[in-house]
């Protein structure tokens, strides 16, 4: 399988950390190369697939200038050139959070401060030896956390951003991963012995 770089979204008023009135931009471009890596890593750990290299992948894309793999017999041509059978690409649409603190009621000392954070993906798994789509989608994954806090101790806010973003990222890839392995290993029954069925899946993907 090779893996495509994701694209990135630059709308700026999705990718921010709100904090209040505040805003703050996402640096998508850190948040895509990381999400790339980490998707790659748990791909190899499902030991599905064979993945190649993303230098590889990056120096093939430079020397054929293929930019734009809606044509299928660019998809092939590529497939071809990596050894892949199939190629992901994916789009990072938005990461964004949100922190939110309110009073605790009858209490002049705690407040409860709310951090929730999201990060959505489309994402399209290609056959690259026949140019087919066989899964095209998109996914929101959501994170939260509530901490109830002293007034004197605020703590820290971009502990508790961070964390969930990278919680939220974690679940993504975790939920990519699963689809993909659908998208190419269709649930199939491979033989019923003794009114006991067995099939080409597992735990792996919740079966």
Do not use: W
């Not at 505040?22 to 471009?29: I, R």
């Not at 809606?70 to 690409?89: C, E, I, W």
């Amino acid at each position: 399988m090779a893996v495509l770089k994701f694209n990135v979204s630059e709308d700026a008023n999705k990718n921010v950390i709100k904090y209040g009135d505040k805003k703050d931009p996402v640096d998508m471009k850190k948040q895509s190369a990381a999400l790339y890596d980490h998707f790659l890593t748990e791909l190899v750990k499902s030991g599905k697939f064979d993945v190649v290299e993303s230098a590889k992948v990056d120096e093939i894309l430079k020397q054929q200038q293929l930019n734009d793999l809606s044509n299928p017999s660019d998809v092939q041509k590529l497939g071809t050139l990596l050894s892949a059978r199939y190629l992901f690409q994916g789009s990072l649409t938005m990461v964004g959070a949100s922190v939110t603190e309110k009073d605790v009621p009858n209490s002049e000392q705690f407040f409860k401060r709310t951090t929730e954070a999201t990060v959505i993906m489309d994402l399209r798994l290609v056959d690259a030896e026949n140019g087919k789509i066989l899964m095209a989608t998109s996914h929101k994954q959501p994170a939260s956390v509530g901490k109830v806090l002293q007034k004197n101790g605020r703590g820290a806010m971009d502990a508790d951003v961070n964390d969930m973003i990278s919680k939220a990222e974690h679940e993504l890839v975790k939920e990519l991963v699963r689809r993909i392995i659908e998208g190419a290993f269709p649930i199939k029954v491979l033989r019923i012995k003794d009114d006991v069925a067995t099939l080409n899946r597992g735990k792996d993907c919740g079966i």
